[in-house]
């Protein structure tokens, strides 16, 4: 049977190094894994009519991904992040504001690509307004929901969080943001353990993700838990590592895969990303990892 369409709303914009610039924003990698695996997806975004929306706009459709909804802003430049390196290869970003993607359109477009869908949101094309009101207007479109929380820097809020954490099935999230979670709706000292059983609770997640970095990740599915620690050859990039555990627990998600085995993949695929400059690969090769 065909999976079922997955979408993603949000950025894309290009990650600027010192030396050179990668295509980055965390919806668009989620969607390129996806995409990669079932050829069944789509994304909603908007552009500049500039240099870099025309690169974007060239990319996805050379990949097979598709334009049809990316929509092109004629005042506002495509995104961009200024991307640092320290010596454990960990990045810290300068996100630039007032760009295309804080202006995506509820357009007809939209609408239809939405509809019956996997849609998955995250938390920064929420910083805007009007990118604000149109995600939660696809809200009404989809049909399941997969929330990768991402905060970056102060661009959230306590209402944000809340409703999208309460349209949420799946949620992602990583340890420091659990904390912010815990500390934005919860009281009292913050343990790991506790803070994923409240969350889950409260919020009434099908499935909720802590990510810790090299210490692997935790899933939590009711009383069920799983935890795994995939290991690392190569670190050349950590950007885009949690996009890609995104992708495959979400393609585990679908398939209806056991827990420990959705983490394994998402765990394996993530430490195969870390081991490639930016955060999509410039080979197939890892993608058998998340092959059913």
Same mark, same amino acid.
């Given at each position: 049977?065909?999976?079922?369409?997955?979408?993603?709303?949000?950025?894309?914009?290009?990650?600027?190094?010192?030396?050179?610039?990668?295509?980055?924003?965390?919806?668009?990698?989620?969607? !390129?894994?996806?995409?990669?695996?079932?050829?069944?997806?789509?994304?909603?975004?908007?552009?500049?009519?500039?240099?870099?929306?025309?690169?974007?706009?060239?990319?996805?459709?050379?990949?097979?991904?598709?334009?049809?909804?990316?929509?092109?802003? =004629?005042? @506002? =430049?495509?995104?961009?992040?200024?991307?640092?390196?320290?010596?454990?290869?960990?990045?810290? %970003?300068?996100?630039?504001?007032?760009?295309?993607?804080?202006?995506?359109?509820?357009?007809?477009?939209?609408?239809?690509?939405?509809? &019956?869908?996997?849609? $998955? !949101?995250?938390?920064?094309?929420?910083?805007?307004?009007?990118?604000?009101?149109?995600?939660?207007?696809?809200?009404?479109?989809?049909?399941?929901?997969? !929330?990768?929380?991402?905060?970056?820097?102060? $661009?959230?809020?306590?209402?944000?969080?809340?409703?999208?954490?309460?349209?949420?099935?799946?949620?992602?999230?990583?340890?420091?943001?659990?904390?912010?979670?815990?500390? /934005?709706?919860?009281? &009292?000292?913050?343990? @790991?353990?506790?803070?994923?059983?409240?969350?889950?609770?409260?919020?009434?997640?099908?499935?909720? +993700?802590? /990510?810790?970095?090299?210490?692997?990740? /935790?899933?939590?599915?009711?009383?069920?838990?799983?935890?795994?620690?995939?290991?690392?050859?190569?670190?050349?990039?950590?950007?885009?590592?949690?996009?890609? !555990?995104?992708?495959?627990? +979400?393609? &585990?998600?679908? @398939?209806?895969? =056991?827990?420990?085995?959705?983490?394994?993949?998402?765990?394996? %695929?993530?430490?195969?990303?870390?081991?490639?400059?930016?955060?999509? =690969?410039?080979?197939?090769?890892? $993608?058998?990892?998340?092959?059913?």
């Amino acid at each position: 049977m065909e999976q079922q369409k997955t979408v993603a709303v949000g950025e894309i914009l290009f990650d600027v190094y010192p030396n050179y610039k990668k295509l980055g924003g965390a919806p668009f990698n989620f969607l !390129y894994h996806i995409y990669k695996i079932t050829e069944n997806a789509a994304f909603v975004s908007r552009v500049g009519e500039d240099a870099e929306g025309a690169e974007i706009r060239e990319f996805v459709n050379r990949v097979g991904v598709g334009d049809e909804f990316i929509q092109r802003d =004629p005042d @506002r =430049p495509t995104g961009e992040v200024r991307v640092t390196l320290d010596e454990s290869k960990t990045p810290t %970003f300068d996100i630039l504001e007032d760009r295309a993607y804080d202006r995506i359109e509820e357009t007809d477009a939209a609408a239809r690509a939405t509809d &019956g869908a996997v849609l $998955y !949101y995250g938390t920064l094309a929420q910083r805007s307004e009007r990118s604000r009101k149109t995600i939660r207007a696809l809200w009404e479109r989809g049909e399941k929901f997969f !929330y990768d929380v991402n905060l970056r820097q102060d $661009y959230f809020d306590e209402e944000t969080l809340r409703a999208s954490l309460e349209r949420a099935d799946v949620a992602k999230l990583n340890a420091e943001e659990l904390e912010i979670v815990w500390e /934005t709706f919860f009281d &009292g000292e913050f343990q @790991r353990d506790r803070a994923i059983d409240e969350t889950l609770r409260r919020f009434e997640l099908e499935i909720l +993700c802590v /990510t810790l970095g090299g210490d692997g990740a /935790t899933l939590a599915r009711g009383k069920e838990r799983s935890r795994y620690r995939a290991e690392v050859e190569v670190v050349k990039d950590t950007v885009g590592a949690g996009d890609a !555990y995104a992708a495959a627990l +979400c393609l &585990g998600w679908l @398939r209806g895969d =056991p827990l420990d085995e959705i983490n394994r993949r998402a765990s394996e %695929f993530a430490a195969a990303i870390v081991g490639v400059e930016g955060a999509l =690969p410039g080979s197939d090769e890892p $993608y058998e990892i998340l092959q059913a």
